[in-house]
């Protein structure tokens, strides 16, 4: 088959970088076939296994956007302006993320977001979506692929031309791709932190006056953090008004998972705590014991691609630790930049997959290292005076000089300046406020030493 002749794309999983870049296909005219493992949530309701929402932002609005989705997106999420900090005694301190009031990050549910994506995409004739087709091998030399089917218990081999995968952090494809070239670098690492979601039911189920925050038991305009040092607990609000809590502990020692051994331990901890927390968590002791934990990854890889035959996106390319609210934005907006690569280069392939990759691993290295950090800022530096007063400095300095300065979260949360770019930025703003505070800090003593020394 002719490069001109291939517009047949094959896509290995349906999670939001599989199903926006489908829809992004076929609104150019590709015919794209998408293969998911799991079974139709459509149908089945959803079953995948992470967080139960998420924090959606400036990057991935822009790409929704891209693809005439904003809206519908937009219309089912909660905004949250700031952080809401709660001390160790329950004392609440809200700290905005940005100088500008219409600036937030929005809540938003990854079943409801998955569900518009995978609908917008089979509302298109040229997109195919198979359900239960888990990738297991691909043969790149033949161009053939098989899935293996749960509902039937067979395995399908089916032809595939130009392959994107999708498959997240533990990518079926890159595997493949390992195995198929010579000198595929690869590396994961691991948090000593795992997660464990809990739950905050609405007002009325744990006895706060549904009045006081239309139905929440708490502010729903705030991710909620319970900063601990080393450890932290975390509250996104959901459209049914319960809130979702995320307990980042580490696995073993006096403040991790394993340290909870009997029922009683439990609530024993949390009052210890998350004291104000407990009486909003009726099901504490059930949710946790029945929950499941989970691990934090890291993932480098390079090369993405494969000659013009295979190419990897989203998580399956780059997966990094939430703490940034990045991982589902950096995806969309990788989608974004592949569509503008192959609007510039497509049918030759291999360019486009070449061009893609080198525009993004700088900036998906740069959102890596930023999102460890911030696990260290949000657990660590938030309850912190200093910290607060930093953040406030570094907003007026945004009011007053707009055009030189911008925090660096309103860079990465509020605004698609390229990552590495963001990074390269905040290190040069910080450089220069330390030398404009050094400056001023001589000035003032040599005043006050001339003051002195006067007659
Ligand atoms: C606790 C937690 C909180 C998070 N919070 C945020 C947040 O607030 N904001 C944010 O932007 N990001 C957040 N993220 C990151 C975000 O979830 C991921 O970056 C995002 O889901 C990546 O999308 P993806 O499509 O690349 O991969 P995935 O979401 O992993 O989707 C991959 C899809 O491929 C399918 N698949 C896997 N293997 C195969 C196979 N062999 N064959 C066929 N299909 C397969 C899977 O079933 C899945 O549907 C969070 C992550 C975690 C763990």
């Known amino acids: 088959m002719s490069m ?6 094959t896509i290995i999983g349906a ?5 926006l870049m489908a829809i992004y296909l076929a609104r150019g005219g590709y015919d794209v076939t998408v293969y998911e493992r799991l ?10 296994g992470r967080s139960i929402n998420l924090a959606l932002s400036a990057r991935g609005i822009a790409a929704l956007a891209e693809v005439g989705l904003t809206q519908r997106v937009l219309e089912n999420v909660i905004p949250m302006p ?3 900090i709660h001390s160790p005694t329950g004392h609440l301190t809200f700290q905005p993320y940005s100088a500008n009031p219409n600036d937030r990050i929005n809540s938003v549910s990854r079943a409801g977001l998955s569900l518009i994506l995978l609908e917008a995409a089979a509302s298109h004739p040229n997109v195919k979506l198979l359900f239960d ?32 995968g999708a498959d997240g952090a533990f990518s079926a494809v890159r595997l493949q791709m390992m195995l198929n070239m010579d000198r595929l670098e690869y590396n994961q690492s691991y948090l000593e932190h795992g997660y464990k979601e809990l739950t905050i039911p609405p007002a009325a189920q744990c006895g706060v006056d549904p009045g006081r925050f239309g139905g929440f038991a708490m502010n729903p305009n705030a991710l909620h953090i319970w900063p601990r040092g080393g450890y932290m607990m975390i509250a996104l609000p959901n459209q049914d008004r319960s809130f979702t809590c995320t307990c980042f502990w580490p696995f073993a020692g006096p403040t991790g998972f394993e340290s909870l ?3 009683a331990d439990i609530p024993r901890f949390f009052e210890a705590h998350f004291p104000d927390a407990v009486p909003l968590m009726p099901t504490l002791v059930h949710d946790f014991k029945h929950n499941p934990t989970g691990s934090l990854v890291t993932v480098h890889c390079w090369p993405w691609h494969l000659s013009d035959k295979a190419l990897l996106v989203g998580d399956a390319a780059h997966a990094i630790v939430p703490f940034y609210g990045q ?25 486009v997959f070449k061009e893609f990759a080198a525009q993004r691993k700088p900036n998906t290295d740069a959102i890596a290292e930023m999102a460890l950090h911030n696990f260290i800022e949000m657990r660590d530096h938030t309850a912190s ?14 009011r007053l000089f707009p055009q030189w300065f911008m925090p660096l979260y309103n860079m990465i949360s509020f605004s698609t300046i390229p990552y590495a770019q963001a990074q390269r930025r905040a290190a040069t703003q910080s450089r220069t406020l330390k030398f404009v505070g050094w400056f001023l800090l001589a000035a003032f003593a040599i005043v006050i030493g001339l003051v002195l020394t006067l007659p």
């Open 327 to 351: 991982g589902m934005n950096c995806a969309f907006e990788d989608c974004s930049v592949l569509n503008q690569c192959i609007s510039q280069h497509a049918p030759d392939w291999g360019s």
């Open 133 to 164: 087709h888990r990738c297991v091998a691909i043969d790149f030399k033949k161009s053939s692929a098989a899935f293996a089917r749960s509902a039937s218990k067979d395995q399908a081999t089916v032809d595939v031309d130009t392959v994107i």
């Open 15 to 19: 999670g939001p970088a599989g199903a």
């Open 385 to 398: 005076r200093v910290f607060r007063m930093k953040k406030k400095f570094g907003q007026a300095m945004h």
């Open 261 to 263: 051994k009997t029922d």
């Open 4 to 9: 001109a002749e291939r517009r047949r794309i």
């Open 82 to 84: 700031g952080r809401m």
């Open 39 to 48: 079974p139709d949530p459509r149908i089945h309701g959803f079953t995948g």
